[in-house]
């Protein structure tokens, strides 16, 4: 699978799965968030149907950041059935990140 992305239309919506859920909270601009977004990718491909991993531009979507307090990016967060389950913030290794889906 591909790492699909979130606005705020469709955010919401997303969240709710049957399956695990990790949003990668990140900017354009963003150093870090660019050695995160491989990563990402990687695991979305790896571990399709069993995580699903989501990234949403912050610049594009303030009141969705504002909404889960993101005050640095990149931030990491794990939903399950629509709720907050885990935060991360910074680059994380891929076991870290897979953890959060635990």
Known sequence: MEVLTLNGTNFDGAIINELPVVVDFYADWCGPCK????????LAKENGGKIVFFKLNVDDC??????????????????????????????QSSQKILELAD
């Open 35 to 42: 050695r995160v977004a491989p990563i990402i990718a990687q």
């Open 62 to 91: 303030p009141e969705i950041a504002a909404r889960y307090s993101i005050q640095s990016i990149p931030v990491l967060i794990s939903f399950k059935n629509g709720r907050v389950h885990k935060t991360m913030v910074g680059v």
